[in-house]
């Protein structure tokens, strides 16, 4: 389905009872809705499940796409205000939040600015923390190198580390190589910006006052369990982090059953204060 949100054609996918708590899916970088596929299975038995393709990803396209030297600058707080333009369409007053890693820093960006519209907080395989300069010179890089080579590019230098190691030969490895493969190289360099300019969450987390899962794959080398424990500590109603084993970086992904398993657990038990 589609829905005009502010200057965007925005896709999503809806399962689910509409009269049920709603969940919103939100994917990580530079990837689309459908790494939320096997969540979407199971949530939509008992929630309304909704997942996005976010700005500059999948089938979301802007509406008066000009030409490149035209593009105006991506931010986290646009694809915040694109999902609070989603909720809106929607009918929704609130939803729990489910991101990961660049999902989760929006997740961050909808709690500065728009709190109340949050019930829970699920975040998964993401950090609170901006990048260090190193980490965004290296951004900038692999922006020229896909502007340059194409998004494979992108896929090539990516996916080794988004993978536990012993799941980078099966298919979710291929199904997300195909995903930023079709993703075209200008919205990547654009996201990539978007994301070396995010801002500091760790003051946030403080502030966080939904409940708030945190999930983690046992060998993210991305955003490591020292992220996830350093985001517990903060959050005030956050728990003890879950780690998903046999998963990398893409936990819902690659452990489908462990990480259902958390995300039920939380909305069977989480504290939560109504959708
Ligand atoms: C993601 O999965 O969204 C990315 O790894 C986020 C990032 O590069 O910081």
Redesign the pocket.
Known sequence: MFAQVNDLNMFYEERGDPQAGPILFL?????DHSMWTHQMEAFSRTHRCIAPDLRGHGQTTRLSASGASARPAVTIEQMADDVIGLLDHLGLDRATVCG????G?IAFALWRRYAARISRLILA???AGA?SDE?RQN?FRLAELVKAKGASAAADA?LPR?FAPGNLGGPAARHIRQIIERTPPDQIADTLHA?AARPDSTGLLDTITAPCLVVVGEHDA??PLSEAELMCRRAPLAGQPVVIPHAG??SPLENPPAFNQAVADFLAHGMGNGE
């Open positions: 994917h990580g970088f530079p990837f990961l890693s660049m999902g820093y395989d993401t950090k990048d980490a951004r990516m988004l994301l991305i955003t970086h893409l």
